[in-house]
């Protein structure tokens, strides 16, 4: 297996215009997640840049980025294009796409995501799945449910569907992490598909690899990494960020 990190990032971001320029304890959003991936030592790791301003940021602070066309219309279309780029003669077999707004992801973390699909040659897509962090969780709507079939007890199992909707019983609640490890194979087939209607009904596009038939596995993680995606959500990045010192 010869994996690369890629990392979309893009300043259109609809709740929080800029997102991966903004400062997180005196660095830029996109440089922290950068530096976590790196640490995480999985392959080499750039920025699937959406804006030259982020390119900037990256290459100012030592990392890779590749400028991509701005009108793409999700991070995966931007990773396989960056991945043309990077990789034209296809030596990198495994893609990890790492979310750009999680400035404080652990580097296990992308590990259990590229160990799953070294671990499981069934598994097209792997995945992260975390514990509900409150049970408010089950019934709100932004929180992206996964539903596995997992053995009591396992951490890894096979993804059987993913919603939005109100799950309920007493079985555990696993909330996605949004952190994908695609075979590159997979990967173009996803992304060559137009989107699927359970896609477009639930609004996640996991669920097209699904209906491909693409296999989906998920590791569970101890916590759900912190995402940034509003404003309040940032002033509580910064905030952790000053609890835990300097910049990444």
């Not at 404003?231 to 910049?247: K, M, Q, S, V, Y």
Request: charged letters at 25%; aromatic letters at 4%; glycine letters at 8%.
């Amino acid at each position: 297996m010869n994996p690369i990190v890629l990392i979309p990032a893009r300043l259109a971001a609809s709740r929080l215009p800029g997102k991966p320029l903004a400062d997180i304890g005196g660095a830029p959003m996109i440089v922290r997640v950068l530096r976590q991936a790196e640490a995480a030592g999985v392959g080499p790791v750039a920025v699937a840049a959406g804006d030259p301003e982020i390119v900037d940021a990256v290459e100012a602070a030592g990392g890779r980025a590749v400028l991509t066309d701005p009108d793409l219309p999700s991070g995966s279309d931007r990773i396989l294009a960056a991945l043309d780029v990077l990789d034209p003669r296809g030596e990198r077999d495994v893609v990890i796409n790492l979310q750009g707004d999680m400035p404080f992801v652990e580097p296990d973390v992308i590990t259990a995501c590229a160990s799953l699909l070294a671990e499981r040659p069934e598994c097209d897509i792997a995945t992260l799945v975390a514990p509900e962090a409150t049970p408010a969780d089950r019934s709100n709507s932004d929180v992206v449910k996964a539903v596995l079939a997992m053995p009591p007890g396992d951490r890894i199992g096979r993804a059987l569907y993913f919603t939005r909707s109100t799950l309920y019983g007493d079985a555990p609640v696993w909330r996605h992490v949004g952190i994908y490890g695609y075979r590159r194979e997979a990967l173009q087939r996803f992304n060559a598909a137009p989107p699927s209607p359970l896609e477009r009904r639930e609004k996640l596009e996991q669920l097209r690899a699904m209906e491909l038939g693409l296999s989906i596995w998920a590791a569970v993680a101890d916590a759900a990494p912190i995402s940034v995606d509003t404003p309040a959500d940032l002033a509580a990045a910064r905030h952790f960020a000053d609890t835990i010192g300097g910049p990444s």
